[in-house]
């Protein structure tokens, strides 16, 4: 029987910086501060749900924009999904032994940013199965009876407050902490699993 491999998008095989970087300078070309596109961005992803038509709209009610132009100046940021992989991405789900794994995207976010962009990212056909949530993972995974209570698989996720909630439910699972940026330290963690800072360090645990 195979083993799943859940792999989260956003930070972990998806670059979202580039995509804040693409909004912020669409967003200052519209005549928004620093401080406004700062603080709109900030409450937009509070909750996890990240939309960047959402920030335009909390922006607009700052100061009146043309949402329209906006909103198809966004659609040329997700069509280029593909090229804001990290670079180590294709090779990465390239190159895990699909005898042994079943590849499945385990992604969470406001569901339809979500879709367009894995939709554009142009590897939904190298995951076995994607799986795109608003509710938290541990509790996706058991409501939907994707895994059971005592089986052994394996995620890789850049948030450790994912990691944390799934191992709670899952003793057995084995969790990948993804920590891109080099100046980030990373936290310490209570459960089964390994700290990476790339896909290639996490295809040693594969």
Do not use: W
Not at 18 to 41: A, H, M, N, P, W
Not at 66 to 74: P, T
Not at 117 to 132: L, R
Not at 175 to 182: L, T
């Amino acid at each position: 029987m195979k083993t799943k491999l859940f792999i989260d998008f956003d930070k972990t095989i998806f670059d979202t910086s580039q995509v804040k970087e693409r909004l912020y300078r669409i967003f200052g070309q519209f005549g928004c501060s620093k401080e406004e596109i700062d603080r709109t961005y900030l409450a937009e992803s509070l909750d996890g749900k990240f939309s960047p038509e959402g920030q335009a709209k909390r922006l607009n009610q700052i100061r009146p924009l043309d949402l329209d132009i906006i909103e198809m100046k966004i659609k040329t940021i997700i069509a280029d999904s593909a090229k804001i992989l990290y670079s180590d991405t294709i090779e990465f789900l390239d190159n895990i032994d699909r005898q042994k794994f079943e590849v499945d995207l385990l992604s969470y976010g406001d569901e339809e940013f979500q879709n367009r962009k894995v939709k554009h990212s142009g590897i939904v056909d190298k995951f076995d199965n994607i799986y795109i949530t608003n509710i938290e993972k541990q509790i996706y995974l058991q409501e939907n009876n994707i895994v059971a209570e005592n089986d052994y698989f394996i995620v890789i996720d850049d948030k450790l407050d994912n990691l944390e909630k799934i191992s709670q439910k899952y003793a057995k699972a084995f969790m990948m902490y993804m920590v891109r940026n080099i100046d980030d330290i990373g936290s310490g963690f209570s459960f089964k699993g390994v700290k990476v800072r790339n896909l290639q360090q996490a295809s040693q645990y594969l």
